[in-house]
């Protein structure tokens, strides 16, 4: 009752900071949150982010199982959902083709396989984009409540991503030896290619979800984008030989699908430095992308969450 | 209570806080942008005023809390006290000021995030508990107790989606309530499952209490009292008063006794006009305290009006909406075949069962075909606790209503 007795909440302890501290407090580890941002350190902010990264990786994992356990739950056919979506556009595009509807020049293997190949690429290339918006907006509902590792949703994301492309590397294997189209001498590299691939699109995904999660247009101004860049991409066509190089440097898609089927054919490879420019383009891409990504989030918490 | 912790340095030191909130959405989203690009150049620069449509939330904001100390946060609804508690979880970062954090932060507040309902209980439970920062090792070894602890022993290996609300809410508070925390952030959680769960999660947390900072958000003041030793009282994202828990609550009902001011007319309002409601007095049977009444008590509402055009054949209306879910709980109506120039609706609600809480009274008068005056929010009415222990102990804020009973053992 008495308003002097309220000593510990006004005005509180903090001449007692040092004076006496109990031993069991002594070590505690303190967090001070303020406005004021204490200047630009690149390497502790990257300290950090990893930190989290390697903190979170049980999280991760977890939300990854949950992912793949609650997507195709509900379903009958399963993981036949996983691979239609892509068949179906090959089948349209080989149909198209055997009708002379277009017309599509392919050098020594079947147009099958081509398209097959382009369209499950293209398919992991889109789904790595929209794979960091996606994963915050499934967290929506306890973003803004629980304190959690947000890293967390990238790494399950990308590993969603990672696993699915996986799957469609496995059709694609199915499809060769099904078709007796034979593997070019570096086949092997493919994994490579195919990785820096996702990781390109990925490294955009995650540079555009904070805004995304702000504003909805983001989600359907990339959902027309994508349509747009499908046309775009060799992707169920080939490019004529003689192309400006400026149409190869213009859509970091195109030197990526390329060498990675030169490389499945053992063609030569016309665009490995473009291909080689965008890998590590994306490589770098990464870093402002986890930093922009980490920085706002308490922006995003604040206005997502009322 | 606290001086013989005066000695030791305080778990939670909030010096100064503020807050700003954005009223429009757009607008909100916009800054929202700005902000990102501020801190992306590490610059300051929107932080310290107010640009168009913001106001302050919260606004220096000044309290510690030490281990051992339970601290309630009171206040009416948009008082700020949600705010609070997610600056202090680390999730919102202060505009002015700065938070001291000592030791790990554990939060009760959304019960069973990222329940899928589609995946078993038991599968749940993992991804839940990983959210709350779990290794898999901790959670097989408390998988035992969380399970005994939510009584849904047979239901773990069925979907979630086949559980009710309050069997979600439980396994939610039985695997949250695995944490063991330094400061523990409680935002009306007990409104979970039935008394007996009630009782078992207050009793859990009275036994982690003397090693935790427990902030308490709650409208039940008598929990309050019952838990809390210190108290703030947030009004308009200000501290209004601050002290010992019985102190804070006097001064609460104090103020709502006193708020005789009858709500914004412009607000909330509706109707063609010829019959105008001039204001509204509402009060509990036996403390007579207005805007204020007890579970089990009755509610006297009481709302003048002003006819301007002659009617015949009116109906006019009392509703209690629960102003958190925006439930209308209730609609007393009556008719009235010629009304005069002035004069006044009077209901009682007897032995009202409602759980303790805010709701809000909402007015209305009709010819039938329009709606005269709709008065949506006319007066806020708190339900602060309950007519006796009986029937504050038979209560869970997860209930409905409360209905009177006779309940007995029959052998």
Redesign the interface.
Known sequence: ???C??????????K??F????I??NN??????????S??NLKQLLVEISREFIDSH??AW??FV?NL??MY??TYFGYVWAIAPPLMTAIIFIFLRSQSLIDVEIKDYPYSIYVITGVLLWQSFVEAINSPLKMLNS?A??I?????PKVALLTAGFGEVVFNSIIRGMILIVFYSVSGTEFGKYALMVPVCYFSLILLGFAMGILIS??GL??KDVEKGMAIITYAWFFLTPVFYALPENINLFYIYLNPVTPMLITIRELLHGDELLYLNVYVLYSLLSLFALLPGL??YR??M??????VEA | MAADRVGSIPLLEVKNVSKKYCRSLRRSLIYGCYDILDAVRYKNANREYLRKDEFWSLSDINFTVQRGEVLAVLGRNGAGKTSLLKLINGLLNPDKGEITVRGSVGALIALGAGFNPVLSGRENVYVNAAILGFTKKETDANYDEIVSFSELEEFMNSPVKNYSSGMRMRLGFAIASQIKPDILLLDEVFSVGDISFRRKCIKKLEEIKKDVAVLFVSHNLRLAEELCDQAIYLEKGRIKYAGDVDYVNGKYLEDINHDNRFSDVALNREGTGEIRFTGIVAHGAISGSNRLTLTGEDLIIEAGYEVFKEMENIKFRVGIEDTRSGVVITMANVHAKHVGKAGKVVCTFNNICLRPGVYSINLGVTDGRFGLDIWRFAAEVVVSGARNEDVQFSIADSDLVYLPHQIQVVE
């Open positions: 009752m008495n308003v007795n309220c000593f510990s909440i006004i005005n509180a302890g903090y007692y900071r004076d006496s501290m109990t069991r407090d505690i580890p303190e967090k001070v949150y303020t406005a004021t941002p200047g630009f049980g999280l977890r939300l949950r356990n609650i739950r509900q967290a509902s306890y803004g409540k629980i304190n959690f904070p805004i702000l504003f930093i922009v920085l706002s308490p922006f995003l918490i604040e206005r």
